[in-house]
């Protein structure tokens, strides 16, 4: 077995161009974990974030230190640890690894906690390596709204987060509008799905709950357009501060959510893939070696959906 590796990552942060390679050698495996060769992994915000160099994994970064990057994980299990009973080598699994100070999953191989990880089928699509993030992201924000609130405003729904949240939450009976200006894309839908422009949405006030998927000035604008007492759910971490203050000053109940591996939850989607309840919409794929040019692309906030890394 070759015990050298290849991994993506920044050793200076900045943009898309400071993402270079490195070999590694294989480290010694923990007795409940599993090497994994990646087949696929995804573009998410929080990594583009870190590349940046914002937020708690690239303050932790020591200068000069060489951070891995990625948490989507798609694979084929090479090895397990001596108290690993439930998968075996050659298993395709799917999962977030490594979250949240541990990525990695932009590589070759990587090794993976087996409580993060979830079976799937052998042929399973690549596409599927975009909805352990942006999935468990999505349904661990919906679990803190109520379908007994009222309409659900969702903004950015073309995104990541977005495209799954919107099917999640009518799948299990909200009233789910969408709030954007790409309603070409929402219509290219599979399912039916209401939306309006922003324009539309501030035109009067509204009233129900709101997950904010953009955060910021737009998230405190969007709150100060919705009737007191409305609840609301936001998740961009870098503003999640400054829009849950707003929001109370606005006398509406507000949270963040930081999403958790939860393998159960993870099934659960998975599962609603398989039976086409839920589609894992993916705008381009790029090869490992591509990483820079990915990056770029989702930058500039054209996709719609995942970005999927083949590795």
């Not at 799937?120 to 349904?139: C, H």
């Not at 949405?201 to 357009?225: C, H, P, R, T, Y």
């Not at 949270?255 to 939850?265: D, F, G, I, K, Y």
């Not at 398989?274 to 894992?280: E, F, I």
């Amino acid at each position: 077995m070759n015990n050298q590796y290849k991994q993506m990552g920044v050793t200076e942060f900045g943009i898309s161009e400071q993402l270079n390679v490195r070999m590694s050698t294989k480290p010694m495996l923990g007795a409940e974990q599993v090497w994994v060769r990646v087949l696929a992994s995804s573009v998410n915000p929080i990594d583009i974030k870190t590349r940046s160099g914002h937020g708690y994994v690239a303050q932790a970064k020591l200068p000069g230190e060489f951070l891995p990057l990625g948490y989507d994980l798609l694979g084929v299990v090479e090895q397990v640890g001596e108290d690993v009973s439930d998968i075996q080598p050659g298993d395709t699994v799917l999962g977030m690894v490594g979250f949240p100070s541990s990525p990695g999953c932009y590589a070759s191989h990587v090794i993976a906690s087996s409580e993060q990880i979830i079976c799937v089928e052998e042929k399973v699509s690549l596409d599927i390596a975009g909805l352990s993030l942006a999935g468990l992201t999505a349904v661990q924000a919906l679990s803190k709204l109520s379908t007994s609130n009222g309409t659900l405003y969702i903004n950015a729904p073309t995104g990541g987060v977005g495209h799954l949240a919107v099917q999640i939450a009518k799948n299990i009976g909200f009233d789910v509008v969408a709030v954007t200006n790409r309603g070409d894309l929402i219509a290219s839908f599979e399912f039916e799905l209401p939306y309006i422009h922003y324009d539309d949405f501030f035109a009067q006030k509204k009233a129900g709950q709101l997950l904010d998927l953009v955060g910021g000035e737009i998230a405190k604008k969007m709150l100060s357009n919705m009737e007191r007492g409305s609840f609301f759910v936001t998740v961009p971490t870098v503003t999640k501060d400054d829009v849950i203050t707003h929001g109370h000053s606005l006398e509406m109940r507000g949270e963040s959510v930081l999403v958790a591996p939860n393998c159960q939850q993870l099934n659960t989607l998975y599962q609603a893939v398989v039976n086409n309840q839920l589609k894992v919409v993916v705008s381009e794929k790029y090869k490992l070696d591509e990483l820079s040019q990915a990056h770029t692309f989702v930058e500039q906030g054209q996709h719609f959906g995942k970005v999927i890394i083949v590795a």
